[in-house]
């Protein structure tokens, strides 16, 4: 049986792939490959070089410390108030407050390309992805075709800057005559390309915030900006529907700049993988195959 690893977006949420990848490793448990998504690509494509969680999460450690974190300029991005956690609404906010406005008129992006590019190479080591210890891949969507990609082999750190560059934050990146940005805005939780990569059974690790209710919509942002987010969260849910075995951290409160709170992050996802450990033994140990593997099978690709 082959398994499959998927690691979803989220931001900061996203270091709860940590705690899951160490209760995994702790109890020996192996999979065939990841894939990933935005910072579930960023984790992922880290542990597929290196398959150690403590060196994964060392450089983490580290990494908040640096300048190449400090110009990424998270804590301008904070939220004022827990229930308005997803990112959109935050942008939504900052722009009617005129903080971002003077810096988002003709550009693509709040930053320029070099500061995710510099994060990236921080974190990951020069490569291939055909050449790391684990398989790895990781989705973007192509802005011009509008189509998901998905990269199974180049340049690992261009591949993963395309996965997790924001909308809006980080420029897209031109590549091969496409224009990526962040996987998440189809596949959040790129499920069906684990299944088109030909696994039997799929992990899928779900970091996304849930969609509370908003008594706060009073502006064309607000009503465009919700109706974004009600897509991505429906979208999101229905792909999930497809995995075998899915692990949902408590990290919901969580904003996805929280960079600050990493180790609570990191034990939530912990607790979270502990939580249905039981649950894939029985699966694996019965042989079962999720009735949906019919139909994404390894021959049919998503589109």
């Not at 690509?41 to 450089?59: D, N, S």
Request: proline share 4%; aromatic share 8%; hydrophobic share 45%.
């Amino acid at each position: 049986m082959k398994i499959a690893l998927v690691l979803g977006g989220g931001g900061a949420r996203g270091l709860a792939h940590l705690g899951v990848l160490r209760v995994l490793e702790r109890e020996k448990i192996k999979f065939h490959f990841i894939v990933g998504c935005s910072f579930g690509a960023i984790v992922g494509g880290m542990y597929a070089q290196t398959p150690q969680v403590e060196l994964v999460e060392k450089r983490f450690r580290n990494f908040v410390h640096t300048r190449a974190f400090q110009e990424l300029g998270f804590h301008l991005m904070k939220k004022r108030k827990v229930d308005e956690d997803l990112y959109f609404k935050q942008l939504a906010h900052n722009i009617r407050n005129r903080v971002l406005i003077n810096l988002v008129i003709n550009k693509l992006a709040v930053l320029k390309e070099g500061r995710l590019k510099n994060a990236i190479a921080y974190l990951l080591k020069p490569g291939n992805i055909e050449d790391t210890h684990i398989p790895f891949a990781c989705n973007a969507t192509d802005l011009i075709s509008g189509r998901p990609y998905l990269f199974t082999h180049g340049d690992i750190r261009k591949a993963v800057q395309a996965s997790s560059a924001i909308p809006g934050i980080f420029p897209p990146l031109k590549l091969n005559g496409k224009l990526f940005s962040d996987g998440a805005i189809i596949f959040n939780i790129p499920v069906p390309f684990a299944r088109a990569l030909g696994a039997d059974y799929v992990i899928a690790v779900d970091v996304h915030p849930t969609l509370e209710p908003d008594n706060n919509i009073t502006n064309v942002f607000d009503v465009f900006l919700r109706a974004s987010n009600i897509t991505g969260t429906y979208l999101s849910e229905k792909i999930i529907e497809e995995a075998d075995l899915v692990v949902r951290p408590e990290v919901g409160h969580f904003h996805w700049s929280d960079f600050e709170h990493a180790e609570k992050i990191v034990e939530k996802g912990e607790q979270a993988m502990e939580a249905v450990l039981e649950r894939f033994r029985r699966d694996v140990g019965t042989g079962r195959i999720g009735a949906l593997r019919r139909l994404f099978s390894a021959n049919r690709t998503p589109q």
